[in-house]
């Protein structure tokens, strides 16, 4: 009974953190346009917030996936899971792809612009040392160095098959690894406690992002460049709020705008920061505190984070539609298909990260039609701007996952969902782990936690 009225102290406390966000970023996009030289050196303290984030990642999806999978009986349970989740992703990537292609050759972005000198250089920088990697290349990379490695190299993917692995040696152990499994169950609530330390930077973080991409930018560029921006948020939004939202209400039950009120504050860090990693440690804890079974969650989110990347293949398509129709040069249908489905693959792991959505676009046109990588310095100018609307919609894909991936498996309490959505039992923002969570360590009661 203790613990129940401890949510309303730590609500009181943390109220005024987001709309201090709120406050930060335009306080940074007025000192981007009023003294843009200055708003520029700014951009380590956006930097350094978004790395201290990062930081609490691994151990985050290490914790989360090794407590849900070593408490599961039966290692079939995992996998289902897991094949559910991954046919789910390439299926919502394909129709991200399809949307964008559709929206793209409609809008016809790109017509009518120039390429100069100083853009083709852009695009040349832009592509760097991009260089395409081959199905082994990505396929060996996810073999970390040593077990304990992904910890400290910050590898989703990497982290994601070290955890696997101790999980399922755990869950082989039986009842003798249930002391390990606490042990890792009280480190958890020290990442998590460390993780709401470092929100309080949050505010400070957000002001240098977004003076130093406002000071870099400029009105001018966005201005002359609105049409592909306008046109990528107004699909991203269509397909977030029109698709998503059709499919989680037909099969949860679960209204999107609800689902999205209750993540308000993630949305928020990712638009002052422009990166949905920095949500990804507060997305896993509040879907378990909705409803969602650990073992769902600790799978469904970290894999998501890296194959369904519903923003990044609907930016992927527009902009190479973009920097063909700006060369003069538009593809052909058989070629739209060939180079975007290559991207999609070629983007796995990158999700999350500020920029990694321009080099993937630059390695894939390298890769594909070297003739029109001068043109991706166009788009340079405003990437970090439709890197939010990206993020934005990567993260709303993961999050809308988690729910139906819990539906389908029976892992999800919708009674619980519903008390939660509707404010009755708000996410304790002190220590960001949920109640729930160190009872689900016990095999039995993996399923039916929620509901007790």
């Given at each position: 009974m203790e613990t129940a009225s401890a949510p309303p102290v730590n609500k009181d406390r943390t109220r005024y953190l987001y709309p201090a966000v709120v406050v930060a970023v335009l306080l940074g996009i007025a000192v981007g346009l009023l003294i843009p030289d200055t708003a520029v050196e700014l951009r380590p303290i956006g930097t350094g917030f978004v790395n201290l984030i990062k930081m609490m990642i691994s151990p985050v999806i290490f914790c989360t996936i090794v407590l849900g999978v070593g408490s599961v009986r039966q290692a079939a349970k995992v996998g289902k899971v897991g094949g559910l989740a991954l046919g789910y992703f390439l299926t919502m990537s394909t129709v991200a792809l399809a949307i964008g292609l559709v929206v793209g050759n409609i809008i016809h972005p790109g017509a009518g612009l120039h390429l100069d000198a100083s853009i083709a250089e852009a695009g040349q920088k832009a592509v760097g040392d991009t260089a395409t990697e081959s199905t082994a290349d990505f396929l060996l990379g996810i073999i970390p160095t040593t077990l304990l490695s992904p910890l400290t190299d910050?590898?989703?993917?990497?982290?994601?098959?070290?955890?696997?692995?101790?999980?399922?040696?755990?869950?082989?152990l039986g009842s003798v690894s249930e002391p390990i499994l606490r042990g890792i169950g009280y480190f958890q609530k020290v990442v998590f406690k460390v993780l709401a330390m470092l929100?309080?930077?949050?505010?400070?973080?957000?002001?240098?992002?977004?003076?130093?991409?406002?000071?870099?930018t400029g009105v001018d560029a966005l201005i002359s460049l609105a049409q592909i921006m306008l046109g990528f948020?107004?699909?991203?939004a269509l397909f977030v709020f029109g698709m998503l939202g059709a499919i989680l209400w037909a099969v949860a039950r679960?209204?999107?705008?609800?689902?999205?009120?209750?993540?308000?504050r993630e949305f928020l860090l990712i638009v002052s920061t422009s990166s949905s990693e920095s949500a990804l440690p507060r997305l896993i804890a509040k879907m378990e505190h909705v409803g969602v079974s650990r073992p769902v969650v600790g799978i469904t989110v970290p894999t998501g984070y890296s194959f369904n990347l519903d923003g990044t293949a609907i930016y992927l398509t527009m902009a190479s539609l973009f920097v063909a129709e700006a060369m003069g040069d538009p593809l052909s249908v058989a070629e739209q298909v060939s180079l975007l489905l290559f991207m999609i693959i070629a983007s796995k792991g990158a999700a999350g990260v500020t920029g990694a959505g321009l080099a993937t676009l630059a390695g894939g046109l390298q890769s594909h039609r070297p003739d029109l990588v001068d043109g991706v310095g166009l788009i340079v100018g405003i990437d970090r701007f439709m890197s939010e609307a990206r993020a934005l919609t990567n993260f709303a894909g993961n999050a809308v996952a988690t729910v139906l991936i819990g539906t389908w498996t029976k892992e999800f309490d919708r009674e619980r969902a519903q008390l939660v959505l509707s404010g009755g039992d708000p996410f304790d923002e002190s220590t960001m782990v949920d109640d729930h969570g160190p009872a689900k360590a016990e095999p039995e009661t993996t399923a039916s936690t929620p509901a007790s």
């Open positions: 910050g590898n989703v993917l990497q982290t994601l098959l070290a955890a696997l692995l101790v999980g399922f040696a755990l869950q082989g929100m309080w930077l949050a505010p400070i973080g957000a002001f240098g992002a977004m003076a130093a991409v406002v000071g870099a948020y107004i699909t991203c679960i209204n999107i705008f609800t689902l999205f009120k209750y993540l308000a």
